[in-house]
């Protein structure tokens, strides 16, 4: 067999029922040594790697759909489809299929999907049980025709013959044909009937019927048979709605004829399984698939030929961007590409990627500044500013970093998307919360890049704090104004918890500016003003606030927080909320548990001396008591390295007189001789102190260099243990003890100690104009 390539994109179904792109490549049908048969390969088309290699077994079953689709199921919950770029290419690989289980081309589908249990009760019936004859397509038998419909649709099998017998007669065009009889006749019976057959073939889940059943010549009246439910009084008015009501906007022309009846069809087929449909039950939940398979590949169809059609986006972006055009234009152009967006979405990542880039290289940022006045812009502009946050934050942050500075910075776009955020109207700020969500995809440090040349952390969190954290913290400090909490609704409490999140989050994540802010505008103790909230979970945010911030032990927050008294209001609300055992009684102790642990002495140090009185009656846990071993454990080591440095004089002099002791224990025994010098140098010193007190003050230091050089040479005579004694009164050493000297030495020995001029060295300095120490 040949091999024939076509282009083809794989998908698989994942768990969610949802259908992901494995690639594009060619596909060909081949014989597989490995595999031992004929097996299909899909190759891509941008390496040549292997995208599929499947067997084609004689016993799964294959489907074709919409002419260019083939599914299957290679195992249990694994099912992939092949989407063929060209009809010739599906239509030739199906006839491969075909060839090699044996079966006619002309089916949709090669086997039938049967399971055991089924297999079993056919064998039990008889062989004409097979065959599903179908009564003639008249009025009287309208009623025998929903039976069956209804009957098959517990059976696969019965599903699969019913399909292939009303695509082989045109069974569908022929009811449709009556459903208009019975509307002219007014005939509810009827009516009734056909609204249970229409219904029973959407749930046969057959691509083949779709194809019919969602034609131009047949969309309109397969809805207005769903109009007619009997469980209803009066019928719906569905295709009033799709004729009249719902208009199709072509903000600039679509001369695709092609495109406009798949956008067409897309929609009303959409409003026929979200609108009219009812919501299936657990039963019926994959009688359905099918149909949202046949719309997320016209999505997929519609957002392709959008994108290729360079003309059209370059058309639509000249009027966006034009100034002059009219505002209710330019809601228009702007909500065609939100939705233009939102069917992005169906695509795989690899094509979203290049749709968003497709944009983006076209200019949609900066389109979307312009005529930001209008609310309905603002919103729609809001929504694809999210779809350009989740597809590329760092272009998002370039973009905006690159606005133009004017003097009201409401105009930046990011200003636009957090008061977008702080001005949602719905009561439970859905929309908030999302957009919350982007503003901290925007401010994550982990998702900025950092290249040599180029900081976008720095940069951009500058810009930030400078230009939009005021606007973030305005309803905060609004409501915080007169140190209480003015609004206390639940609206109000929701969004200032949101906005706590988020600064929460900032503190984690933003060390400097953060703190800059927080230190600047006071706002820890703003927060903790929410302590008084009546909404415990407004009260706790603020708590999460404080405990981040604790929780980084860093001293220029413990300093702010012990200056501030900011635990006041923290042991406020304990003490209010009494021996409730709830949530916020925990996170409370949680907190002081973290500042015992982690032993902060700073504030463990002000929590005792300030508040331990208020909190010592609490015993049902050891977190305080703990508080206060821990800062009398901290006051006794300070205490103990006090005494170190401060011993008093009597200790001191007890300890030098017993080293002058000792130094006299050694000389015993000398020479008289060091006897008689010991007794002259005595003398010589008697006099000196005679002579002082009777010379003047001015005198002093003459009079000190002259019984110093008098010393020094009594001192040379002597032998050398008491020299090293007397030595350590002028020569390098340890500074004597004041105590030791007397007169005038023990003042000029005092002043030495509280200057401490050399200690390691000659205690008296020596006079320049006077005489030199004689060595």
């Not at 370039?398 to 008061?419: A, S, Y």
């Not at 905060?476 to 600064?503: G, P, Y």
């Not at 440095?645 to 008289?672: H, I, K, L, P, T």
Request: with cysteine; charged share 25%; hydrophobic share 40%.
């Amino acid at each position: 067999m040949s091999d024939t390539r076509r282009r083809v994109k794989v998908y698989t179904l994942n768990e969610d029922r949802q259908w992901d792109d494995r690639g594009t490549g060619h596909v060909s049908s081949t014989f597989v040594e490995r595999l031992k048969g004929i097996s299909l390969l899909v190759r891509a088309e941008s390496d040549g790697s292997l995208l599929l290699e499947s067997k084609i077994s004689p016993n799964t079953a294959y489907q074709k759909q919409q002419d260019t689709l083939i599914v299957w199921s290679e195992a249990e919950n694994y099912d992939l489809a092949l989407s063929f770029q060209e009809k010739a290419g599906c239509d030739e690989i199906w006839e491969k299929i075909c060839q090699v289980q044996g079966k006619d081309p002309a089916l949709e589908i090669t086997q039938d999907p049967i399971d055991e249990s089924e297999e079993e009760r056919l064998e039990e019936l008889p062989e004409t049980s097979h065959l599903v004859e179908l009564p003639h397509c008249e009025l009287s038998r309208l009623e025998e025709m929903a039976d069956l419909v209804t009957s098959v649709l517990s059976s696969p099998i019965r599903r699969e013959k019913l399909a292939l017998a009303l695509m082989s007669e045109g069974y569908i065009k022929k009811l449709l044909g009556l459903f208009q009889v019975c509307e002219d006749l007014d005939n509810r019976e009827g009516l009734h009937h056909l609204y249970e057959i229409v219904r029973g073939v959407l749930f046969l889940n057959k691509a083949a019927l779709f194809e019919v059943m969602f034609s131009d010549d047949c969309i309109m009246d397969v809805v207005g048979c769903l109009e007619y439910d009997p469980a209803l009084v009066q019928p719906k008015r569905h295709r009033e709605f799709l004729t009249k009501t719902a208009k199709f906007k072509e903000v600039i022309p679509i001369t695709d004829s092609e495109l406009r009846q798949k956008i067409h069809q897309t929609y009303r087929v959409q409003y026929i399984q979200d609108i009219i449909l009812p919501t299936p039950s657990v039963f019926e939940e994959n009688f359905l698939s099918t149909l949202t398979s046949f719309i997320f590949f016209n999505k997929v169809e519609i957002v392709s030929m959008l994108q290729e059609d360079e003309k059209f986006l370059t058309e639509v972006f000249a009027q966006l961007t034009d100034e002059a055009t009219e505002a209710s234009k330019r809601r228009e152009l702007v909500n065609f590409f939100k939705e233009f967006c939102a069917f992005s979405q169906t695509l795989q990542p690899q094509n979203r990627d290049a749709f968003f880039k497709t944009l983006a290289n076209l200019g949609i940022l900066p389109a979307l500044e312009i005529g930001m006045d209008d609310l309905q812009v603002r919103a729609a502009a809001t929504d694809i500013f999210s779809y350009l946050v989740e597809f590329s934050p760092s272009m998002v942050r370039e973009f905006v970093m690159q606005e133009p500075q004017q003097t009201d910075d409401d105009v930046l776009l990011i200003n636009v998307v957090i008061k977008q955020m702080i001005c949602d109207s719905d009561p439970e700020l859905g929309g908030a919360v999302q957009l919350m969500g982007l503003l901290r995809t925007l401010i994550d440090p982990e998702n900025m890049l950092a290249p040599i040349n180029k900081t976008e952390k720095t940069e951009f969190l500058s810009f930030f704090y400078k230009y939009c954290m005021h606007v973030l913290t305005a309803p905060l400090l609004a409501n915080t104004a007169h140190d209480k909490d003015s609004k206390d609704n639940f609206q109000t409490a929701q969004l200032l918890a949101l906005i706590l999140e988020l600064l929460t989050f900032c503190v984690e994540h933003h060390t400097y500016h953060i703190k800059t802010y927080i230190m600047n505008k006071d706002l820890l103790r703003r927060v903790l003003l929410l302590m008084n909230s009546k909404h415990t979970f407004l009260a706790l945010c603020a708590l999460r606030f404080m405990r981040r911030i604790i929780g980084l032990k860093d001293e220029y927050y413990n300093r702010y927080i012990i200056k501030g008294n900011l635990f006041e209001p923290v042991i406020n609300a304990l003490l209010d909320n009494g021996t409730r055992y709830n949530l916020l009684n925990s996170a409370v102790i949680e907190l002081f548990e973290f500042i015992k642990v982690e032993d902060v002495k700073s504030l463990i140090a002000h929590i005792v001396d300030n508040f331990y009185k208020a909190l010592e009656s609490i015993e049902y846990v050891q977190t305080f008591k703990g508080l206060k071993g821990r800062y009398e454990q901290e006051k006794d080591r300070q205490s103990q390295r006090l005494n170190r440095y401060r011993r008093d004089a009597r200790s001191m002099d007890e300890d030098e007189e017993m080293w002058f002791n000792d130094d006299e224990d050694d000389e015993e025994g000398e020479s008289v001789e060091k006897n008689r010098t010991e007794d002259d140098f005595s003398d010589s010193y008697g006099k000196y102190m005679e002579a002082k007190k009777g010379r003047s003050l001015q005198g002093g230091l003459k009079t000190n260099m002259w019984f110093l050089s008098c010393s020094f040479s009594l001192l040379v005579n002597m032998d050398p243990p008491f020299l090293r004694s007397s030595s350590r009164l002028i020569c390098p050493g340890p500074v004597p003890s004041v105590s030791h000297c007397s007169g005038p030495v023990k003042e000029t020995v005092a002043d030495a100690h509280s200057s401490q001029l050399l200690p390691n060295s000659v205690l008296f300095p020596v006079e320049t104009s006077g005489d030199p120490l004689l060595p």
